[in-house]
């Protein structure tokens, strides 16, 4: 239902108008918490992006970033080839070569300065 006067009411049960606030409805917005301005989100969404592409990261980031474009950028047997790698090494060999890994298991190989565990 519709009111019939713009008034704000504190309570639902009362008998006289001294519960009622009146007030104008001073915006065109549905909501209080409308936003008085648009955004365009598809251009911030566009900013962002390329804020990322132009970051230079340092570090293990950038070695991240680098292993997820190759990733992203790959064909099928290039992603293939490097859950295979990666999964069968136990972290310790990452190979994007599907005509290689695909043929054998991929053996663990740590650092020489290091030695595998298996947990």
Avoid: C
């Amino acid at each position: 239902m519709k009111k019939t006067e713009a008034i704000r009411w504190d309570k639902l049960e009362g008998q006289a108008d001294y519960y009622a606030k009146h007030f104008t409805p001073d915006s065109l917005h549905k909501y209080p918490t409308s936003s008085h301005y648009t955004r365009n989100w598809d251009k911030l969404v566009g900013e962002i992006k390329e804020e990322e592409k132009t970051e230079k990261l340092e570090g293990d980031a950038a070695l991240n970033q680098l292993f997820q474009q190759i990733y992203s950028d790959g064909n099928d047997e290039v992603k293939r080839a490097m859950n295979k790698s990666f999964m069968e090494s136990g972290g310790t060999v990452l190979s994007t070569n599907w005509s290689d890994v695909g043929k054998r298991k991929v053996d663990v190989n740590p650092p020489d300065d290091m030695e595998w565990k298996k947990f």
